[in-house]
């Protein structure tokens, strides 16, 4: 599958931002969709989940100020992020999981994000 993602950009803090990532497949097709970020000199982290079955989960520090969601259509998975903090400065990418007949992981190209204080 391959994954295409947008949204990026420059906000103040306290504004909102949405990430877009387009799949090349149905996403029912995809056990999950998710939104990692890295920063530079840390790790890669999960920032939110959403299985094929519409479970979601977060991280802790953006709880309340993001929001995954998808759009079946479009085969499109959509982060709203508000409340935007300067610590949310990242590259974000998009991810796609299968878990049969093997684990397998998709990236997308990463798009930045900066929220300046």
């Known amino acids: 599958v391959q994954l295409q993602a947008s949204g990026g950009g420059l906000v103040q803090a306290g504004g909102s931002l949405r990430l877009s990532c387009a799949a090349s497949r149905s996403i029912f097709s995809i056990n999950t969709m998710g939104w990692y970020r890295q920063a530079p000199g840390k790790q890669r982290e999960l920032v939110a989940i959403?299985?094929?079955?519409?479970?979601?989960n977060y991280a802790d520090s953006v709880k309340g100020r993001f929001t995954i969601s998808r759009d079946s259509a479009e085969n499109t998975v959509y982060l709203q992020m508000n409340s935007l903090k300067p610590e949310d400065t990242a590259v974000y990418y998009c991810?796609?999981?299968?878990?049969?007949?093997?684990?397998?992981?998709?990236w997308g190209q990463g798009t930045q994000v900066t929220v300046s204080s």
């Open positions: 991810n796609a999981a299968f878990f049969a007949p093997s684990f397998d992981m998709y």
């Open positions: 959403i299985a094929r079955g519409g479970s979601t």
